[in-house]
């Protein structure tokens, strides 16, 4: 048996230092590089990983974790998953992520409870699996050509089946992973590591039976690697002994989020998560011994608890940020120096953890309920509906958009200018003026009902309301990939959250000020704020979530002051934080729809209140969406197929499901948006539907969203007319 590194980490960044990746995505994509030019830049980005990660003293270095787009539509690609339709496409791989003219892309959703996006594998009766290794074998050569030695990381073959709802097929996509172990010990390679982060949620018996004999099966192979099965994000829970019941040498355990199990894995090594890749706070030292020392195996190695990919890349490209709260993070390359550390117990390396303080002002409330509802303050929601339709008097099926307009690259140098100096601050506020102006009159000449400013002033949905609500610090360089191209800056939450002054209600005053048209004011909401920021981790995060509640809830009295009729108040992430463990459901969801209706409760009967939710497979907690009590809820589901339908006969309240999927670049046709809008409407009263994208146009252009949203008023003429016939 060849021993396992002392020091690991379970995955790195991809997205590049300086998103090098998005940059040679999107040039590839426009048609302005080639391919070869791509795999250049992804080459190199590998390259510069093992280098760093080699100097930085980390013994087991991984392979294979680096993804053009997206590591679960990599897997499917290597097991030959790939839907017949895609096949002729001029690049597969892109055709199925991003869709082409002719072919909508593949569904995307929450990859557990982080804000990275998968793509969710296709696999029906006419799925073929074959095995094309030639990805996970590619990076070992390239590696091995820089004088690296690395381990294979591939999704396990339980969780890809599980997230491709197919786990019948277990015995064929086995074979599968015989062979590609088989090739792997062909090419010389001691470990290989098999991501199973589906085992640390709730299985039934069936399915944890499904574990042992997958792994049975593998480990019974005469050639093969050493295997290390990985877990993130929770505890194994009942899925431990299934594993340790298995010939596996190594299993992954995340201490961070789970706990020291309590039984002896004998002779195994014990692969520890300690230092957490979720967060960007430093490791207490003390703590992370502590859990060391207490697991019980042959060989205990330290680790990251889930891949590095959630987090920034380096720390001391923030030269900006206050020092005191410096010493307080560690970013993926501080990450691994703690745990290079952490193998060598050299503790004068570690940073001394910061003492965990008590707000007085929270310290004082224990035992009571220093948030409640208030939810009082509004009325029914009959009574509310009938004072709304009288006050916005729309017609029947309105259409709007989810808030954000394209973010044009004069938009963006803008910006990008004023952060220089080289644009005075006038001059850049009436840069937006013209900008809110472009989406307001584009969005009448298109025959829209309900209007958005298009938010030009936002970098991003949480990190605007970051850099004006005091208690948080944002980054510089601070990027993690959400999807493909697509990348954040997650504020971090430091301290107590307050608002020092209104936040949008000049540029959504001023959108109304254009138009006779309803204009809608548009805010995040306090769970996404705090889901999509790296958050404190001294308080409670329920007391956090009702702090930021707090400050919406002041800006939404603010909006309605101002005379604006409508106020979006977006949840995406509601579903994202949602527990792994089903039994611990019920308390987030209570404590969660709490604080939403805290913060939106300020709002008088005749302000209608909206909320919007994305790619989150929002249909499984349908009755919390709900009972968030907004006026109206819009909805991912053009891009998932309208898979949330069959579970909205019960919703009582305003509905939009999206017709228009904004994640790809392809004009939907008024054909395709009658289609969902005809299925709604079998779904759901005509007086209760709304139509509306899945999702805010950012990413898209101007001349995307015109066709696509002319597409979508020509397709809801039509059925109006025939509903009013």
Known sequence: MSPFPRSTVLGYPRIGPRRELKRALESYWDGRSSRAELDRVGAELRAATWDRLAGLGLEGLPSNTFSL????????????????????????????????????????????????????????????????????????????????????????????????SALDRLEEVLGCYEELLSALAAEGISWVQLDEPALVADRTPSELAAVRAAYERLGALAERPELFVASSFGDLGESLPALAATPVEAIGIDLVRGGVPEVDLGDRTVVAGVVSGRDVWRTPPERALAALGAVRAARVTVSTSCSLLHVPYDLEAEPDLDAALKERLAFAEQKVAEVVALSRAERHALPAPRPVAVPPALTSLEGG??????????????????????????????????????????????????????????????????????????????????????????????????????????????????????????????????????????????????????????????VTIVAWSFVRDDLPLRDVVFQVADAIRGEVRDLEAAGVPIVQVDEPALRELLPLRQAAWDDYLEWAVRAYRRATSGAGDHTQIHTHLCYSDAGEILAAIDALDADVTTIESARSGARVLGAVETFGRGLGPGVYDIHSPRVPSAAEVEDLLRRTLRALPAERVWVNPDCGLKTRTYEQVEASLRHVVEATRRLRAELVS
């Not at 990599?74 to 001029?90: F, N």
């Not at 557990?112 to 290794?133: C, M, Q, R, S, W």
């Not at 394209?406 to 850049?428: F, K």
């Not at 493909?484 to 307050?498: E, I």
């Open 369 to 526: 309920d220093p948030y409640p509802t208030r939810a009082e303050e509004r009325g029914p929601y009959a009574v509310r509906a009938a004072a709304q339709a009288a006050r916005l008097r729309l017609p029947l099926l309105p259409i709007t958009t989810i808030g954000s307009f394209p973010q044009t690259g004069e938009l963006r140098a803008a910006r990008a200018a004023v952060a220089a100096g080289t644009l005075a601050q006038d001059a850049y506020e009436r840069r937006i003026e013209a900008e809110i102006e472009r989406a307001v009159r584009t969005q009448e000449r298109l025959g829209l009902d309900v209007l958005v400013h298009g938010e030009p002033e936002r970098n991003d949905m949480v990190q605007y309301f970051a850099e004006h609500l005091d208690g948080f610090a944002v980054t510089a360089n601070g990027w993690v990939q959400s999807y493909g191209s697509r990348c954040v800056r997650p504020p971090v939450l430091h301290g107590d959250v307050t608002r020092p002054a209104p936040m949008t209600v000049r540029w959504a005053t001023y959108a109304q000020s254009l138009t006779d048209r309803p204009v809608k004011g548009m805010l995040t909401g306090p």
């Open 69 to 164: 787009y997206d590591h679960v539509l990599d897997t499917a690609v290597m097991l030959g998953a790939v839907p017949e339709r895609y096949r002729a496409a001029d690049d597969p791989y892109f055709a199925m992520a991003r869709g082409t003219d002719g072919l909508t892309p593949l569904r995307m959703t929450k990859w557990f409870d982080t804000n990275y996006h998968y793509i969710v594998p296709e696999i029906g009766p006419e799925t073929v699996f074959k095995l094309d290794a030639t990805k996970p074998l590619g990076e070992v050569r390239e590696a091995r050509a820089l004088g690296h030695e690395t381990r294979p990381v591939v999704v396990g073959p339980v969780t890809f089946l599980l997230l491709g």
